[in-house]
């Protein structure tokens, strides 16, 4: 019988590899777990529990509110006030930064409670996003602008999938680690270590039906893609969840590239840079893929505001060069 190693005893021992951890990290870790368990107990009975459908409300963004959305940003929240770690948390259904714990915790939590809203009605794959960094040293009062930093500061980054089953992926810079929920038991076990992204993959995944809308670059590649080619591969499989951490996660295991470009439509993008793509670039980095805006390295983008967004191109790395010498030539 396979030694089954529960989300808890794999933060204990990664955290005894470090003498003088303090266990604050690993804490935080669990507080997110607890509040992803919760969250995934509401999903899975969605359409019997008046949980789905709109909130009635718009958020700052300017977009219609889910129940769902409402519901896991308090879980999350909550979960993250339950110690005195985090001091500031900036999440995607709130305008300002939230703070918490008389501001005396030692990291600052962005998150995307709910990834994926649109699939949330028709039962397919949502998630939730995290990413974790260390509050500026020698500051008691903190402003917003502490916590505009770049994704090579992230401590830790993940998400939550609520899909056929959940997963929980993290990275604390040693590698990506995937967990699968057992609901019986009501623990994450252990499910991929060090996950590693394959070099290459022949999976393109983008909204093409904004094809319109885009630069001619980006056009060419996806021509690219669509060529026939057997030497290649190509053309390639199109696949798109409409979810981004699904995405990333189909592309993490099975390789290939995720794109969301600016257009016409969204001049600078349409995804969130502090809590969906930087998190995400931190996982697939950690498993040796590559994440770009087209021109250079997502996690090394300067931060001007909490909500900015930016365009993405994730995945393997053969394919993210391949897409970057289109925008090249
Ligand atoms: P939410 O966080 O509001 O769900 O928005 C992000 C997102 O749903 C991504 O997960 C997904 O990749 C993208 O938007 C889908 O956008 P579109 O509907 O334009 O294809």
Redesign the pocket.
């Known amino acids: 019988m396979k030694k089954l190693t529960t989300l808890e005893e794999y933060i204990i021992n990664a955290q005894n590899k470090f003498p003088g951890a303090r266990g604050d990290l690993s804490q935080l870790l669990r507080d997110i777990a607890l509040a992803a368990k919760i969250i995934s107990r509401e999903v899975n009975k969605a359409g019997i529990t008046n949980i789905l459908g709109l909130d009635g409300a718009s958020n700052f963004h300017g ?1 219609s509110v889910k129940k769902l959305d409402l519901f896991a940003n308090e879980q999350l929240q909550s979960a993250l006030g339950r110690s005195n770690i985090t001091c500031m948390v900036i999440s ?1 259904e709130n305008e300002g930064v939230v703070r918490l714990s008389d501001e005396s915790g030692k990291y600052i939590v962005y998150m ?1 409670p ?5 699939n949330i009605d028709i039962s397919a794959t949502i998630g939730s996003i995290f990413s974790i960094y260390m509050r500026p040293e020698n500051k008691k009062h903190l402003t917003e602008s502490d916590a505009l930093q770049p994704g090579t500061k992230q401590v830790a980054a993940g998400y939550v999938l609520y899909g056929s089953s959940t997963i929980m992926a993290y990275t604390t810079g040693m590698g990506v680690q995937l967990f699968t929920l057992d609901p019986s038991i009501g623990e994450f076990i252990l499910s991929d270590k060090e996950v590693r992204i394959p070099e290459e993959g022949n999976i393109y995944s983008t ?1 093409e039906g ?1 094809y319109i809308y885009w630069d001619e670059a980006l056009k060419k590649y996806v021509k690219y893609c669509q060529a026939y080619d057997p030497e290649t591969k190509r053309p390639y499989k199109a696949r ?1 969840i ?4 699904a ?1 990333v996660h189909r592309t993490l295991l099975q390789g290939g590239i995720f794109m ?1 470009p600016d257009s016409s439509k969204y001049p600078n993008g ?2 969130r840079l502090m809590y ?1 793509c930087n998190p995400l670039s931190f996982i697939i980095e950690q498993a040796g893929g590559l994440s770009s805006d087209g021109k250079k390295r997502i996690m090394k983008i300067e931060p001007t505001s909490i909500h900015e967004c930016t365009p993405v191109y994730i995945g393997s790395k053969g394919n993210v060069e391949k897409l970057e010498s289109f925008f090249q030539a």
Do not use: P, V
């Open positions: 977009e995607e995307d709910l990834d994926g809203s649109s909204d904004s798109y409409g979810c981004m951490a995405d969301y349409k995804l969906e």
